[in-house]
C-alpha cells in the first residue's frame, strides 16, 4: 500500500480564490453529479420509468467506454493539472463533456419522439436550459484547467454519437422487451412501468387518480 494520498474528486472542484466565474463554473461542472443523484435517483423513487432506467443505464456503459478510452490512450491532462493534483488521472476525452452531451442529445431525442412526459413543446426548454448547460461544462472544464480544448471536444463528440446510438438500442431493439421486464419478479416487485406507448402520460395519469378518488376500491384506509 502506498503512503500517499489520494482524494475523492467526485465533488472536488478547485478554482481561484476571488474568482467568481470560476466559482459559478465549478458549480456548473458539478452538474453531471446532481443528474446522477438527484435526477435519475429520484426518478426511480418515484416514476419508475423504463425509459429513465435504460436512459440511466446507457450513461453508465457511456462513462465505462470513457474510461476504458482513458486507460488506452493515456493522454496526459493539461499543465494546470499540477496546481489541480490531477496529474494521476488522464485526460481525453473529457468524462463531463461525455457526460453531459450523451445526455443532452438522449433528451433531446426522448422529447422529440413524445415519449412519457416530454412532449415536442418542451424543445424550446432544452434549447434555453439543458444544451447551454453541456456547452458550459464543456467550458468549465477548459476555464478551469481540467482539461485541454481538444479533450472536451471529443468527450462531447463521443457523448452525442454514444447518446444517439444507445437511444436506438434502446428504442429499436429493446423496447419490445419492456412488457416482459414489467411482467417480471422485478417489475411487479417495484413497480417498474413503461409508459412511452401512451400519448400524454401526464392526462393519463391525472384523469385516473381523479377517476380512483371516486372509486371505493381505491381509497386509502389510514
Given at each position: 500500500?502506498?503512503?500517499?494520498?489520494?482524494?475523492v474528486?467526485?465533488?472536488?472542484?478547485?478554482?481561484?480564490?476571488?474568482?467568481?466565474?470560476?466559482?459559478f463554473?465549478?458549480?456548473?461542472?458539478?452538474?453531471?453529479?446532481?443528474?446522477?443523484?438527484?435526477?435519475?435517483?429520484?426518478?426511480?423513487?418515484?416514476?419508475?420509468?423504463?425509459?429513465?432506467?435504460?436512459?440511466?443505464?446507457?450513461?453508465?456503459?457511456?462513462?465505462?467506454?470513457?474510461?476504458?478510452?482513458?486507460?488506452?490512450?493515456?493522454?496526459?491532462?493539461?499543465?494546470?493539472?499540477?496546481?489541480?493534483?490531477?496529474?494521476?488521472?488522464?485526460?481525453?476525452?473529457?468524462?463531463?463533456?461525455?457526460?453531459?452531451?450523451?445526455?443532452?442529445?438522449?433528451?433531446?431525442?426522448?422529447?422529440?419522439?413524445?415519449?412519457?412526459?416530454?412532449?415536442?413543446?418542451?424543445?424550446?426548454?432544452?434549447?434555453?436550459?439543458?444544451?447551454?448547460?453541456?456547452?458550459?461544462?464543456?467550458?468549465?472544464?477548459?476555464?478551469?484547467?481540467?482539461?485541454t480544448?481538444?479533450?472536451?471536444?471529443?468527450?462531447?463528440?463521443?457523448?452525442?454519437?454514444l447518446?444517439?446510438?444507445?437511444?436506438?438500442?434502446?428504442?429499436?431493439?429493446?423496447?419490445?422487451?419492456f412488457?416482459?421486464?414489467?411482467?417480471?419478479?422485478?417489475?411487479?416487485?417495484?413497480?417498474?412501468?413503461?409508459?412511452?406507448?401512451?400519448?400524454?402520460?401526464?392526462?393519463?395519469?391525472?384523469?385516473?387518480?381523479?377517476?380512483?378518488?371516486?372509486?371505493?376500491?381505491?381509497?386509502?384506509?389510514?
Amino acid at each position: 500500500m502506498s503512503n500517499q494520498l489520494r482524494a475523492v474528486t467526485l465533488t472536488h472542484v478547485r478554482y481561484f480564490k476571488g474568482d467568481q466565474l470560476g466559482h459559478f463554473l465549478a458549480w456548473i461542472s458539478l452538474v453531471p453529479v446532481f443528474i446522477s443523484l438527484g435526477g435519475f435517483f429520484s426518478h426511480f423513487l418515484f416514476r419508475r420509468e423504463l425509459q429513465g432506467m435504460f436512459f440511466a443505464l446507457g450513461l453508465i456503459i457511456s462513462q465505462f467506454i470513457n474510461e476504458v478510452i482513458k486507460t488506452s490512450v493515456q493522454q496526459a491532462r493539461p499543465e494546470t493539472c499540477i496546481m489541480l493534483e490531477m496529474c494521476d488521472s488522464h485526460g481525453w476525452p473529457s468524462s463531463h463533456s461525455q457526460y453531459m452531451f450523451f445526455f443532452a442529445t438522449y433528451l433531446t431525442l426522448l422529447t422529440y419522439k413524445k415519449m412519457g412526459v416530454l412532449f415536442r413543446n418542451q424543445m424550446v426548454l432544452l434549447g434555453l436550459v439543458i444544451w447551454p448547460l453541456a456547452l458550459l461544462t464543456l467550458y468549465s472544464r477548459v476555464y478551469l484547467g481540467y482539461h485541454t480544448v481538444a479533450q472536451v471536444f471529443a468527450g462531447a463528440a463521443l457523448g452525442v454519437v454514444l447518446g444517439w446510438l444507445w437511444f436506438w438500442v434502446v428504442n429499436s431493439l429493446l423496447r419490445g422487451l419492456f412488457p416482459v421486464i414489467e411482467e417480471s419478479f422485478f417489475g411487479r416487485w417495484f413497480y417498474v412501468k413503461d409508459t412511452s406507448h401512451i400519448p400524454n402520460s401526464l392526462k393519463f395519469e391525472y384523469d385516473n387518480a381523479r377517476a380512483a378518488r371516486r372509486h371505493s376500491s381505491y381509497k386509502r384506509v389510514d
